[in-house]
């Protein structure tokens, strides 16, 4: 219910995530899932207090541990690659502050969530129950080997860079499913789209991108 001018998120920030949603629009987001997703997930929840008057801004922002929340803009790209239907099961490889874990609940049936570093998974966990998204799992761990005990999964999204597309999310992949994962190759990074049909993977280069490194077994070294 929306009563006192409070936006779906039940809070007063509901202008500016709407003129968000609207910048991103403008830049060329067309999916209005996405727009309607950014338009109603309350980003001031998962930012520190110290960046809080910055949450509807179109930039990447410090989340504590040496990490980055990433640019809407590139997390409402990434999410429009994945053609999500509203009924899939996701893996999430690096939780971060739980911001597109947010965004990929709201565009999917069930999302699961891997984190390396704890105290991240522990404040994302935090900020998805204030933010009263329901449809998550979240583990701690090595997000490069998956989360094998609910595969397969129709997608995957990697939010951090690494050197290979780590075998066991190709594993863990469902027949037909997509793969998000910025792949790193002489300092540069390519956001790249895994795609498996019947027997063989298809990879996509979708563009340059900017993310932090993706550290474990089938990653870069801590
Ligand atoms: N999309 C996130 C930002 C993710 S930043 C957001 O909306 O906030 C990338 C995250 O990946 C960081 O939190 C980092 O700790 C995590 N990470 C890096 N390597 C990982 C691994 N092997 N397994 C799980 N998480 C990893």
Do not use: C
Request: glycine share 12%; no cysteine; net charge neutral.
């Amino acid at each position: 219910m929306v009563s006192r001018g409070l936006g779906a998120a039940g809070d007063s920030f509901g202008g500016y995530r709407a003129r968000l949603a609207e910048t991103l629009r403008v830049a060329g987001i067309r999916d209005l899932a996405v727009l309607r997703a950014v338009a109603e997930t309350p980003r001031h929840l998962f930012v520190p207090e110290a960046v809080r008057h910055r949450a509807y801004e179109d930039v990447a922002l410090p989340i504590g541990a040496g990490q980055t929340i990433s640019r809407p803009f590139t997390q409402a790209r990434y999410l429009e690659a994945l053609r999500l239907t509203g009924r899939e099961k996701v893996l999430e490889v690096g939780t971060g502050s739980g911001y597109q874990t947010a965004l990929l609940a709201a565009l999917a049936g069930q999302v699961f969530s891997v984190e390396r570093v704890r105290a991240l998974a522990e404040s994302a966990q935090h900020a998805l129950k204030a933010a009263a998204v329901p449809n998550v799992s979240i583990l701690v761990g090595d997000g490069t080997l998956g989360w094998s005990a609910y595969a397969p999964y129709q997608a995957i999204v990697v939010a951090a860079g690494g050197p290979e597309v780590p075998p066991p999310l190709v594993e863990q992949l469902a027949p037909g499913g997509r793969m998000l994962i910025p792949l790193e190759r002489g300092g540069a990074q390519t956001l790249t789209l895994v795609e498996r049909t019947a027997g063989e993977l298809r990879h996509t280069p979708l563009g340059d991108a900017r993310f932090v490194p993706l550290v474990g077994e089938h990653g870069f070294d801590a």
